[in-house]
C-alpha cells in the first residue's frame, strides 16, 4: 500500500472538481475555481492537497498559508473571503463502514497535519468543516480545540402553503402588508448583485464597520459562477431596497450575502418578504432545503429573520490550533492592532472631503 499527497496543479482541476461533486463534505466553495479567485483576492497562497492511495484519492484539503512576521498561518476558509466552511474532503466514503470511513479520515488528517507542520511550519491553523463532516474528534485528538458553529435550513420538502402556514401570524400579516404596499420581489442580475453590495456597504459604515471582503472578489465570482448565483432583491418604486445573494448548490439554495437593513424607513420591514420569496422560489423550483448560512449564533440580531421560518439547526465545528507565540500574537493582534486598523481604514473610506 502506497499513500502519497501531493499539492494539485491546474491540470488537475477537473479531477479535483469530481472528487468535490461526488464526496458529501464536497461544497462549492471547494471548486477549483472558486478556491484560485479566493486565492487571489485575500493575499494568501493555495496549497490544494490530494492524499493519493494505492493510484486512487481518497482525500482532498484546500489549504490557504500567510504570514504575519515570524508567525505562519494556515486558514481553510481564508479571512475576508465571505466563506463559512471548507475544510478536508473525503473520497469514496458514502458506503464505507463506521470503523472503515474513521480510519481513513485519521490517517488523511495525519497526512495533512504533517504537511501543515513540517512543510508549511505553521504555528496557528484555523480550519472550519462542512457540515456535513460531523465527526471533529480526528482533529480534537490531534490538540486542536474544537468549537460549534450553527446555520438555520428550512425543510422544503412540505410545500409553499404549509411552510406559509407555519409562519406565525405577524409575519404572514407582514408580508402580505409589503405587498400591498408595492414591494416588488425580483430575481436579479449583475446590477442588483453589485447594488447589494452597495447597501451593505452603506449598513456597515452606518454601523461604525468596514467591509472586509473586497469588490472586485463577489464581481469575479459571479463573472464565473453565474449559473450557481441567485439575486433576490425587493424594489420600491423600481429602487433596489435590499437584497440577498445566494447560491444554488446540489439540492439546497443557500442565503449566503445580504439582507441589508434599507438606507431609510421602510414599513413592514421588507426582509420579511425577501425571504419569504426566496423560500418559495427555492420550493418552487425543486430545491429540497433553504439555508441561511452562520445565522444561527448566539446574538440575535443574526438570527431574526432566519429564526421565524422555523428551521432546522445545522450544527458544523471549527477546529484551531496554535502555538504560544501565536496565542499571544492573535490575542494583541484582535485587541490592539486590528481596531486601530479597521479604524484607520474606516476614516480612510468615509472621510467627507467638503
Not at 118 to 147: C, E, M, T
Amino acid at each position: 500500500m502506497t499513500v502519497e499527497i501531493r499539492l494539485a496543479q491546474n491540470n488537475d482541476a477537473e479531477e479535483w472538481n469530481s472528487i468535490i461533486s461526488q464526496s458529501p463534505h464536497g461544497t462549492i466553495f471547494h471548486e477549483w475555481d472558486w478556491l484560485k479567485i479566493t486565492e487571489r483576492h485575500t493575499q494568501t497562497k493555495l496549497y490544494p492537497l490530494m492524499v493519493i492511495k494505492n493510484g486512487d484519492p481518497v482525500g482532498v484539503f484546500p489549504l490557504f498559508f500567510q504570514k504575519k512576521g515570524s508567525i505562519g498561518m494556515v486558514f481553510s476558509p481564508p479571512p475576508h473571503a465571505g466563506l463559512f466552511y471548507l475544510g478536508p474532503v473525503l473520497s469514496g466514503v458514502d458506503s464505507l463502514r463506521q470503523e472503515k470511513m474513521e480510519n481513513i479520515y485519521i490517517g488523511l488528517q495525519k497526512c495533512f497535519e504533517n504537511f501543515i507542520i513540517n512543510d508549511l511550519n505553521a504555528q496557528y491553523v484555523h480550519i472550519s468543516l462542512s457540515p456535513a463532516l460531523q465527526d471533529p474528534r480526528p482533529f480534537k485528538w490531534s490538540g486542536y480545540r474544537i468549537q460549534p458553529n450553527f446555520d438555520y435550513a428550512v425543510d422544503l420538502s412540505s410545500g409553499v402553503e404549509s411552510l406559509f402556514s407555519s409562519l406565525d401570524r405577524k409575519q404572514r400579516s407582514d408580508i402580505k402588508r409589503a405587498k400591498e404596499r408595492e414591494m416588488i420581489f425580483e430575481i436579479g442580475g449583475e446590477k442588483e448583485y453589485e447594488k447589494i453590495l452597495d447597501l451593505m456597504d452603506i449598513r456597515y459604515a452606518q454601523q461604525g464597520k468596514i467591509v472586509t471582503v473586497s469588490k472586485s472578489y463577489f464581481v469575479d465570482l459571479f463573472n464565473t459562477y453565474k449559473n450557481n448565483i441567485l439575486v433576490s432583491s425587493i424594489k420600491v418604486d423600481e429602487e433596489v431596497v435590499t437584497g440577498t445573494i445566494h447560491i444554488k448548490y446540489r439540492d439546497t439554495v443557500f442565503n449566503w450575502q445580504g439582507n441589508p437593513k434599507p438606507t431609510k424607513p421602510v414599513t413592514p420591514s421588507p426582509n420579511d418578504l425577501l425571504i419569504w420569496e426566496s423560500i418559495r422560489y427555492a420550493c418552487e423550483n425543486g430545491f429540497t432545503y433553504y439555508t441561511t448560512l452562520s445565522a444561527a449564533g448566539n446574538k440575535r440580531l443574526h438570527t431574526y429573520y432566519a429564526a421565524k421560518c422555523n428551521p432546522a439547526l445545522i450544527v458544523r465545528y471549527t477546529a484551531t490550533k496554535k502555538s504560544l507565540v501565536a496565542g499571544i500574537f492573535e490575542k494583541g493582534y484582535v485587541r490592539i492592532i486590528k481596531p486601530l486598523r479597521e479604524k484607520a481604514k474606516y476614516f480612510g473610506q468615509h472621510n467627507v472631503i467638503q
